[in-house]
Every structure is written in C-alpha cells, then in structure tokens.
C-alpha cells in the first residue's frame, strides 16, 4: 500500500489532479498518508502549485495543509534570498569566488518559484585553498540581515561549504 500512495503521490506532483476520476479510491487514510509523505519530503509547496487550479477535488484539510506549506515556503525563500545576498557581499569583499550549487541554484534558476523548491541550507562551493578563509569570513560577518534591529539575535540559514564538485559519470 505504501508503494502504491507513494506512486500516487508522484503522479499528483508530475500530472496534477484533473478529474474526481484521478482520486475517488483515495480514502480519508490514504490522504493523511499522503501528507505524512508531503511533509517528509518537504513536497507540500510544489504537491500544492500542481493541484491548486483543482484543490476543490482534494479533501479541504489536505488543500490547507499543502496551502500553507507554499505560503510558509514563500516567505522561507525571501530569507533564504536575503541571506544569499549577504553571502555573496561576503565572499566578494573577501575577495573569494564562491558559487551556490544544488538546491539554491535549483529553487532560483530552475523552478518557476523558489518556494517550490524547500531548502534547509546553502551549499557554496569555494577554491580549496580559501576554504578557510570563507569559512571564517562568514563566520566573523557582522553584516546584518535587512531589517533587523540591532537588539534581534541573527538568524542565519547554515552554510555548506564545498571544495570540488563531486559527480560520477558511468
């Protein structure tokens, strides 16, 4: 069963749901499961921008539920927008090149949203050799996010840095 939910739930994030046809042998539990997986995966906001032109043909709890992870997302990536501007002003006054990769890239470049594409960090990728240096230029910055009082604690979104890509090609 659980393959089978998980199956559906990849076939609502890549078709979307178009008729009552598309899920009437869904039951309460298999709705309920399917948030559990949402949530896990963090697919609530991209499940969400999939269904929403037909949300009516989803349970009212589930539609809220995904509803709010895209509204919650939204506001996630404005941050995670501000905090990577601050990260480039660093590493640019530190005079270090710096890149961001995989999911930062994804939810600015690829994704027709940034919300739709949750982060937990940033991963940057820097020279070997000023790794250090990066690592302490951000770790000394007393550069502020924009508009945070004086008093407010920084919240930062943590930082991976990268020294090389990793890949494999078969």
């Known amino acids: 069963m659980a393959l089978a939910l998980q199956q559906r739930l990849l ?31 963090q697919l609530g906001p991209l499940l969400h921008w999939r269904i929403e032109a037909n949300a009516s043909l989803v349970p009212k709890p589930f539609a809220e539920a995904i509803a709010a992870s895209f509204q919650k997302h939204t506001l996630r990536s404005m941050e995670v927008r501000a905090e990577m501007s601050r990260v480039q002003r660093i590493m640019r006054e530190s005079e270090i090149p710096a890149v961001f990769l995989k999911g930062a890239y994804l939810a600015f470049h690829v994704y027709p ?30 550069l502020r996010r924009p508009g945070s009082r004086a008093n407010e604690p920084m919240r930062r979104i943590p930082v991976e840095l990268h020294t090389r890509l990793n890949c494999c090609i078969s």
């Open 113 to 142: 949203r940034a919300a739709l594409r949750p982060l937990r960090n940033l991963d940057l990728l820097v020279p070997e050799s000023q790794a250090s240096d990066a690592f302490h230029a951000l770790q000394s910055s007393t």
């Open 11 to 41: 076939q609502m994030l890549s078709a979307g749901i178009h008729s009552t046809a598309d899920v009437e042998d869904l039951v309460a539990g298999d709705w309920a499961h399917l948030l559990v997986m949402a949530r896990q995966h």
